[in-house]
């Protein structure tokens, strides 16, 4: 019910910065946490960000706090990923994912299965 486009991603070199977006098609973010994950080789898949629609309160993982910052444009229906101080190990697929739910105000989905829509992901390459 719930598609997700991505943009953004690409070539870094480190200490550069890059911009993710990600936007609905067809069905508004409203009331649904909005999660960024990422995926490198042979790693799991793991949880980068989430940001509550409703609040706009967000979560980071700690290996990218202080570094990355989620956004939304709430009339583009948008959420954003900025990456800055991009390490060499920020280098995976980067997925945004939306758990199609309303959740309250206070709650921050941060586990891969409590998302049941996904974006088909963007490369984000970091060069040393």
């Known amino acids: 019910q719930v598609q997700l486009v991505q943009s953004g991603g690409g070539l870094v070199q480190a200490g550069g910065s890059l911009r993710l977006s990600c936007a609905a098609s067809g069905r508004t973010f409203s009331g649904y946490s909005m999660g960024w994950f990422r995926q490198a080789p042979g790693k799991e898949r793991e949880f980068v960000g989430a940001i509550n629609w409703n609040s706009g309160i967000t979560s980071y993982a700690d290996s990218v706090k202080g570094r990355f910052t989620i956004s939304r444009d709430i009339a583009k229906n948008t959420v954003y990923l900025q990456m800055n101080s991009l390490k060499p190990e920020d280098t995976a697929v980067y997925y945004c994912?939306?758990?199609?739910?309303?959740?309250?105000?206070?709650?921050?989905?941060?586990?891969?299965?409590?998302?049941?829509?996904w974006g088909p992901g963007t490369q984000v390459t970091v060069s040393s």
């Open positions: 994912a939306t758990g199609g739910v309303v959740d309250s105000k206070a709650y921050i989905r941060r586990n891969v299965n409590e998302y049941g829509y």
